[in-house]
């Protein structure tokens, strides 16, 4: 895979429009809505990167959407997304469960401050 368009097409059609939804969240987060983050693929998943360096990498698995790495955010944050966290950097979303992408994307933006600071 060269693209994230190329990664995504590997999805059932359902799936890959959730992960569109995803990768249209983390955009949002991490650029604000201004479009200037780059995509790569990076460890065989798409990262969203600002600036030269990566913000934050997504995935689609068997069964569930995973976001990486996502360091302990702020307390308020950190409570809401602590029921997907799963070990210690990693976010999970079941496919069949609704995907808080309102969520996703204020954790994005949180990481990006994070690594920008």
């Not at 990076?42 to 990167?49: S, T």
């Not at 976001?67 to 976010?91: G, N, T």
């Not at 999970?92 to 920008?116: G, H, K």
């Amino acid at each position: 895979m060269d693209t994230v368009d190329d990664y995504l097409a590997r999805f059932t059609p359902d799936q890959r429009k959730l992960l569109q939804l995803v990768r249209d969240a983390i955009h949002r987060g991490v650029t604000g809505g201004d479009g200037q983050a780059e995509e790569k693929i990076r460890y065989g998943m798409p990262a969203v990167m600002l600036g030269g360096r990566y913000a934050i990498h997504f995935a689609g698995w068997k069964k569930h959407i995973g976001l990486y790495p996502v360091p302990r955010l702020p307390d308020e944050l950190e409570a809401r997304i602590a029921p997907h966290r799963r070990e210690k950097d990693s976010v999970i979303f079941v496919w069949q469960d609704p995907v808080p992408f309102e969520l996703i994307e204020q954790v994005a933006a949180a990481v990006t401050t994070m690594r920008t600071e």
